[in-house]
């Protein structure tokens, strides 16, 4: 578990739960307690004791079972005293944390066959809990969001900074909305490599002179994007309910209130656009997978016409040669170049030019070629 309390002179990280009671909430800032959720289970009692005595309330039952919950989706849901968000992030794979796997509840896709880059799209809940001057979020073992997130708030300057993303957040909110976003990125690195594995099979599927066998492997990627489309919707529709939910929120009484209201909405609009163009992207990849395959059936019954195409025309080229043969294999006694020294020659030559002719006329046809086009 990791507690930190952060105000504009900077973020300072506590000892334990029991620090944070003795010392209680500051004239200004928040506190931002982040815990496993393992720890959440076997530390609820003092983490509610806690909220108790910096918010004056408690988690509601039905709440705590949600932090809980390994496979819920993403969601949102409020009472009149705080608000719970769960979004599911990337597992494992970008985050860098292989040990994530150990934790039972991470098969919300279930385990695939095929490239790693599949194995990377399960995903995990992380639970908020925002609260007045109190942010509260739930994660999966070892998670490395926290920790990446954690360091980059430990380092940033300060409020005062005019650096690009240096500022601390206003509120837990404000923190909520930049970890989400920072999870969301993950998304969006996923999408190159997943464009580059289905550009690989494409180039496999329509390569002519090479029989695509790896169909267990791209059925695996179909169902993993469509799959990737259901998380990323659920995404969108918990963060349209919090936009929704930001709208109902209290005039602020200062100008200083307002700003921070505004910008609130504003990171809110920006985490979503960011989760549209995840969820574009997927949908593209699915069509260009859809594509792909109709694309290789169609070139193999291209293939299957010129195969056919060529054989036909042969056969056309041999039937009066075999009409021939039939001729001179009659048993009458009186035929033409029968008795003759050189018929055979004669016959033989008339052969060779009626198959020559056949061929030029069908190749200037197109029905056969010498060589692939």
């Known amino acids: 578990m990791r507690i930190f309390d952060i105000h504009s002179d900077g973020v300072q990280e506590s000892d334990s739960l029991q620090s944070l009671r003795t010392r209680g909430l500051g004239a200004q800032g928040f506190v931002w307690i982040a815990c496993e959720r393992s720890e ?45 968000l769960v979004f599911r992030r990337l597992a494992a794979g970008h985050l860098g944390s292989d040990s994530e796997s150990a934790e039972p509840a991470t098969a919300h896709m279930g385990k695939r066959s095929g490239p790693p880059i599949l194995r990377r799209i399960d995903t995990s809940p992380v639970g908020f809990a925002v609260m007045g001057r109190v942010l509260l979020s739930v994660h999966p073992t070892d998670c490395a969001v926290r920790d990446g997130y954690a360091a980059k708030l430990i380092q940033s300057p300060g409020a005062k900074s005019h650096a690009a993303g240096a500022h601390l957040p206003t509120g837990p909110a404000d923190l909520m909305l930049r970890v989400v976003n920072h ?12 464009t580059h594995q289905l550009d690989h099979w494409q180039t496999q599927l329509l390569n002519p002179h090479s029989r695509f066998n790896n169909w267990s492997s791209l059925l695996d990627a179909r169902l993993a994007l469509h799959q990737l489309d259901e998380v990323c919707e659920e995404q969108r529709s918990s963060i349209q309910d919090w936009i929704e939910a930001l709208k109902t929120w209290p ?55 010129d195969i056919m195409r060529t054989l036909t025309a042969l056969t056309a080229v041999f039937l009066p040669l075999n009409l021939i043969a039939g001729i001179f294999g009659m ?38 070629s010498l060589a692939q086009e």
């Open 40 to 84: 959440f289970e076997t530390c609820l009692a003092p983490l509610q004791a806690t909220l108790q005595d910096l918010c004056g309330l408690k988690l509601l039952d039905l709440h705590v079972t949600d932090l809980l919950n390994a496979q819920l989706p993403s969601h949102y849901d409020y009472t009149s005293e705080y608000d719970i």
């Open 183 to 194: 999870m969301v990125d993950s998304y969006l690195a996923l999408r190159r490599e997943l």
């Open 251 to 305: 005039e602020p009484p200062t100008a200083d209130q307002q700003r921070e209201h505004e910008l609130l909405q504003v990171r809110s609009r920006d985490v979503l656009e960011h989760i549209e163009r995840v969820v574009r992207h997927v949908r593209r990849l699915e069509q260009s997978a859809e594509i792909a395959i109709q694309m290789h059936f169609s070139a193999q019954s291209h293939r299957t016409n």
């Open 331 to 368: 048993n009458f006694e009186f035929m033409p170049l029968l008795h003759l020294e050189h018929g055979i020659w004669w016959a033989m030559g008339a052969m060779v030019l009626t198959a020559l002719v056949l061929m030029a006329y069908f190749r200037r046809k197109h029905y056969i």
